[in-house]
């Protein structure tokens, strides 16, 4: 039973009747009521319940995705969400590769990260990324299969949000920070067709949907101009929901050189 193994089940809690979950053997977690789960040796566990219609990113979306984060095309959203995050414990929900948990687990070097995502892949991608980033496969649509009052900061990054299931898991006062595009975020590649649009007043619904369980405390424009690549462009267009649509077989034109990222950071506190 390694500690490793005793750290990610400090943060979980049993899909089918939602007690906590503690470690039973080396890759097995379980609760009282004698329900068992299978931990992989890569060190996350999958707690689906009965399944999901919702699908994870594919291997070609997270190689995507690695290009556009790691290359630092996103740098200046990782560092907004970063100097965000507060507290020991940091869930992000839709981690994907983790890439905006470990900028966030940067500012706080004594803090722990649970990375949860449908895709398996993105989070053994993040569980191997830092040994500071436990892995938790599941679906945000659903109740989550993650403890009461465990997370002092939930991060949710172009990501599906489930803002009473993140209200429950957050501790009193605790640090919701959600990121959404602008209309014009990356306005010269869904021109060409390529990407899904953005609603014009995307922000404004967080924030209207947010206030019976939250408070906005920041709402923060990281907006500037960025230089592209051929493959950063195909990169950007194939990372993220677009790319499960056929509009992504439309050709980029090679004169689209640059591109305008737009987001809103907001940054809410739990009432």
């Known amino acids: 039973m390694s500690a490793d193994l005793s750290r990610l089940a400090a943060w979980l809690r049993c899909p089918v009747c939602e007690a906590d979950l503690e470690p039973v053997d080396r890759l097995t977690l379980g609760c009282a009521n004698g329900h068992r789960h299978d931990v992989n040796k890569r060190g996350y566990v999958a707690l689906l319940g009965g399944g999901t219609k919702h699908l994870g990113d594919t291997t070609e979306m997270l190689d995507a995705r690695d290009l556009v984060l790691e ?7 990782a560092d907004a969400v970063a100097a965000s995050a507060v507290g020991s414990r940091v869930l992000d929900a839709g981690a994907g590769t983790g890439h905006y948990l470990r900028a966030a687990l940067s500012s706080l070097p004594q803090a722990l990260g649970l990375a949860m995502d449908l895709s398996a892949q993105a989070v053994a991608r993040a569980v191997r990324s830092s040994d500071r980033v436990d892995g938790l496969v599941a679906d945000t649509w659903r109740p989550l299969p993650v403890r009461s009052d465990s997370a002092d900061t939930v991060l949710d990054v172009f990501a599906p949000r489930n803002l009473p299931e993140f209200h429950r898991v957050l501790r009193p006062g605790g640090t919701l920070v959600v990121v959404v595009p602008r209309t014009e975020h990356l306005g010269s590649l869904r021109a060409t067709g390529s ?77």
């Open 71 to 77: 290359g630092g095309a996103y740098s200046p959203i």
């Open 195 to 271: 990407m899904l649009d953005i609603p014009s007043d995307k922000a404004d619904d967080v924030i209207a949907t947010a206030e019976p369980l939250y408070a906005l405390l920041a709402r923060e424009p990281v907006a500037y101009d960025l230089a592209l690549t051929p493959s950063l462009r195909e990169a950007l267009a194939g990372m993220g929901p677009s790319a499960r649509h056929a509009a992504t077989a439309a050709v980029i034109p090679s004169e689209v050189d640059a591109t305008r990222v737009s987001v809103d950071v907001l940054h809410f506190t739990r009432r």
